[in-house]
């Protein structure tokens, strides 16, 4: 493709360049809007600078790749409903061995559970359990923090819907979902391996601490994580006056703040105490006078009228435990009816979600099949939808539809091919030299530009060259490009959307851990450099 006249090459570059700092870095000072917004912004500035027309850019929005990530966040939700991921968190601490026994297994659950339900998705979900496990065993949380968003990127890159570079991959390449894993699945799960044995020989020291028995935190129980930030419950059994003096108390001097509670609760116990006597007093002195009233006036019944009485009390006595007793079996009957409504559904939920898959490995249309699955579990439900479909991230379709449009507009430019033209001869797929020249080629545009805008950006012009060769050649194109790009994110902190995930979430919690960028590329660049270069010879076509 020729260059473009010089105003529509300026203009198009100043477009998505506002686009591209955006996106990387959504809270610049100059305009903090967000990645959406400025998604929007710079397809926006695309039309306006007359690089494309309004009808090429509504034309530039792929609707089969938003509908497929429309129908996996639908079918996340439900599963995360479901408990799926309440089970995955459970799996981390259940019979562990320690830290090492401890990474290896996050780093096997997030590499499946990204392959399977996107690895934002499991990101989200699984840094809250993984930051609470690592407390409980009293271990430092950054090397699991690490192997979560390093193994749910390397994990991702062995399905269509790992990730959604993949989704945009899978839909222009025409490669079937079948074809696709066992393409990619070898180099995945050796580089999880490598992935695994470069974190603990980075950690080891670190993963074999002294674990003091008396400081050790007992074990808690790991809940299901929201996709709202965890906020804590109000105390309302304490006046929230008094408890903040307390715990300002306890702060400040926790000597005198363990004397004045001990001092508060012996005055609350004498005073009770004292009420008690004064109840109890009180209740003997009635009884002594109502006694001697009766005596007086000889009004005292006699034996047979008490016998009486007391067979009247035992009868409504005995008929109160009855009644009790039938509201009580009725209850336990309704509970155990509710318990097996519930598991009936959440069978349901992961039968449908298994022919999901077992339908696009038989190479069915892999959006239409993850839209019917996502309304089938709407229809099981049996329920309004609208709270489920409230935690679908809309923002991230959004920046998606800007993204399509920005790009195609950066592409009528010509600077991509012209960019292309330049590497082609050196970057030819059926040689090793060739392969390694665009692999990182790959690897410098995915953590400058990003991996999905990378992707659109080199696609279908690597597909091309590699189709002049054979047909075999251009599947296995794909298939590297879909491989580097993903791995490629592990590299620094802003490479991936998953690793940015792991970071904010981490900060958030309760136990918050702040993963700096340093600290991360420390770990990234000679992880993501040995998992790529072992994981191309792998992949197959």
């Known amino acids: 493709m020729a260059m473009a006249s010089a105003v529509k090459v300026v203009l198009g570059s100043i477009a998505f360049s506002v686009f591209w700092v955006m996106a990387v870095f959504p809270a610049v000072p100059f305009l903090p809007i967000g990645r959406t917004a400025g998604s929007l912004l710079g397809a926006m500035l695309m039309v306006i600078f007359r690089i494309i027309t309004p009808e090429q850019a509504y034309a530039a929005i792929d609707l089969p790749i938003l509908g497929l990530l429309f129908g996996t966040m639908v079918v996340s939700v439900y599963l995360e409903r479901a408990d799926m991921f309440k089970y995955l968190g459970k799996m981390l601490s259940y019979k562990s061995r320690g830290g090492k026994d401890l990474l290896c297994r996050i780093c096997l659950i997030s590499a499946i559970s990204s392959a399977l339900f996107t690895n ?3 990101c989200v979900i699984l840094t809250e359990f993984v930051l609470k496990v690592a407390r409980q065993n009293n271990l430092p ?11 749910a990127n390397i994990g991702s890159s062995a399905t269509p819907i790992g990730n959604p570079q993949n989704l945009v991959i899978a839909v222009q390449s025409g490669i079937s979902f079948g074809k696709f894993v066992t393409g990619i699945i070898p180099a995945m799960l050796l580089g999880i391996v490598v992935n695994i044995v470069i974190i603990l020989c980075m950690y080891w020291r670190l993963l074999s ?7 050790a935190e007992p074990a808690e129980e790991v809940v299901s994580h929201r996709f709202t930030p965890a906020t804590l419950s109000h105390l309302n059994s304490l006046n929230s006056l008094e408890f903040s003096h307390v715990i300002d108390g306890m702060v400040h001097n926790p000597t005198a703040g363990e004397s004045r509670n001990s001092e508060t609760f012996r005055s609350r116990t004498n005073s009770f105490d004292n009420d008690s006597q004064r109840v109890q007093t009180g209740r003997i002195d009635s009884n002594r006078s109502s006694i001697v009233s009766k005596e007086n006036d000889g009004s005292l019944h006699t034996k047979e009228d008490a016998g009486s009485k007391a067979s009247l009390g035992m009868a409504s006595s005995n008929h109160a435990l009855e009644n009790g007793s039938s509201f009580k079996f009725v209850d336990e009957k309704e509970g155990a009816l ?9 069978t349901c939920v992961y039968l449908v979600t298994l022919g999901m898959l077992i339908a696009l490995l038989m190479g069915l249309n892999m959006s239409w099949t993850a839209i019917t699955t996502a309304l089938a579990l709407v229809v099981i439900d049996f329920k309004d939808a609208q709270p489920s479909l409230e935690k679908v991230s809309y923002s991230l379709l959004v920046f998606f539809c800007g993204m399509f449009i920005t790009v195609n507009g950066f592409n009528k430019t010509g600077i991509p091919s012209a960019f292309w033209d330049l590497m082609e001869p050196h970057a030819k797929i059926d040689t090793a030299t060739g392969i390694m020249v665009l692999a990182a080629v790959i690897l410098v545009l995915s953590n400058v530009a990003s991996n999905v805008p990378t992707v659109l950006l080199l696609g279908a012009r690597v597909a091309a060259s590699a189709a002049a060769i054979s047909a075999n050649q251009e599947t296995k194109a794909w298939l590297i490009l879909a491989w580097v790009s993903t791995v490629a994110g592990n590299l620094s902190l802003l490479g991936s959307a998953a690793n940015l995930i792991v970071c904010e979430q981490a900060r958030r919690a309760i136990s918050g851990y702040t993963l700096s960028f340093w600290r991360h590329l420390r770990f990234g660049v000679p992880s993501t450099l040995v998992v790529i270069a072992i994981g191309l010879p792998l992949i197959r076509a």
């Not at 949380?141 to 193994?151: D, G, H, N, R």
């Not at 601490?209 to 400081?215: A, R």
Request: glycine share 0%.
């Open 120 to 122: 934002d998705t499991t």
């Open 141 to 151: 949380a950054e090397p699991f923090l690490l192997a979560l968003a390093s193994s």
């Open 209 to 215: 601490p002294v674990k003091d028995e008396e400081q």
């Open 338 to 346: 509710e318990r097996w409504k519930r598991l009936l559904w959440k």
